[in-house]
């Protein structure tokens, strides 16, 4: 399919200014052309986008379509068909609202990728980590009641969310499973959860030990770890045995903040999930206690960018929305418009995350050889980056040429 877009305002990522330098063509999927000089030709489709502005495809760092509803309680009763249907309508409802790439953090979305793939479903292209690693009694430990005391200590559980691994060798051989399953990156928790009714979000999960085996095996593979951590001691552990991402962050201190950027580790914030769940928890049957763990990590996720800015710590960005509350994704550049600059969030988006999605080049950037994924809008994000959340924000969604339904 050849694909041409005239008179829009494109956003040069590298520069971070609009430029009106003619027209758009791509062919095939991918930019072919920019510019008045361009060969445009005959055109299978061509949008005249005067009056707006063009923006690469939105990137989202920190997204589980396997998480699919906020009610745990029916994730343990769901059949893979019930999982496939609304996996499948959320995939095609995040990339209506301009997301072509995610990062999916956790949880088998093996099926998902293929019916996309297929053209069974519409949906973003997908970076994963397979399911995540968690010690017993840990944020990723999600089979409920009570368990039979294990025959020995290398003995491994797993669901679809993840697999609960103890010890060295055991992290090793999970991890080891993931990346022959397929998965991009791998995803462990060093920390309490919100969720996760029984650990504090102060708990510290996985020894130095656990967390060097996965990133050891990462390496191998030329790849890293991402982390769940909330706690300033657990993300310090958790860089200073090769954690490559920090996912959230909530409860960083100076001296955390300063360790991630020593590092060269990043930070992915997800401050809509917690206004979310706020709003939403106590709706979806959510326990008292996670509503208090949640409160706290709401109230200090603001301050905790701050933090990290002064540490000069790389932010990605996120979302971590759960079932019903990705229909929020968008308010995460609201959230982050009170700390951050236009140009700082479109970095994170734009750059830091397609690094982090291994597609430098590829994706997050509006240029010749990369994907053609584009959002179209009235709105010039330079100047008002938060009215990117609103529901009639988005003129229009492009992914590998063909425009979004």
Known sequence: MRLVIRNARRLDVEKMEFVEDGPLVAEDGRIASIGENAPVGAADLEIDAKGSYMLPGFIDAHVHFR?????????????????????????????????????????????????????????????????????????????????????CACEMRHTAFGIVADGPDAVRKAARHNLRDGSDFLKIHVSGGVASPADPLESIQYTAAEITAACEEARHRQTYVAAHAYSAESITMAVENGVHTIEHGNMIDAGAAAAVARHGAVMVPTLSTY????????????????????????????????????????????????????????????????????????????????KLCQLEGQIGTLTPGAAADIVLTKINPLENIAALGADDAIEGVVQAGRPVS
């Open 275 to 354: 206004e979310a769940m706020d709003l939403l928890g106590r709706k979806m049957g959510f326990p008292a206690a996670n509503l208090a763990k949640n409160s706290k990590v709401l109230e200090a996720g603001l301050k905790s960018l701050e933090i990290a800015r002064d540490a000069k710590v790389t932010l990605g960005f996120g979302t971590d929305l759960i079932g019903e509350s990705q229909a929020r994704q968008r308010r995460e550049f609201a959230i982050r418009a009170e700390v951050e600059t236009p140009k700082e969030i479109l970095r994170s988006l734009y750059v830091v995350n397609a």
């Open 67 to 151: 998480l699919a509803t906020l009610d745990f309680a029916r994730l343990q009763r769901w059949s893979e068909v019930e999982y496939g249907i609304v996996m499948a309508r959320l995939a095609k409802e995040t990339l209506q609202r301009g997301f072509t790439t995610v990062r999916d953090i956790g949880g088998d979305v093996e099926g998902l990728m293929r019916a996309i793939k297929a053209g069974m479903a519409e949906g973003p292209r997908i970076f994963r980590a397979g399911r995540m690693l968690s010690q017993t009694g840990g944020h990723g430990d999600a089979e409920s009641g009570p368990r039979p005391v294990p025959t």
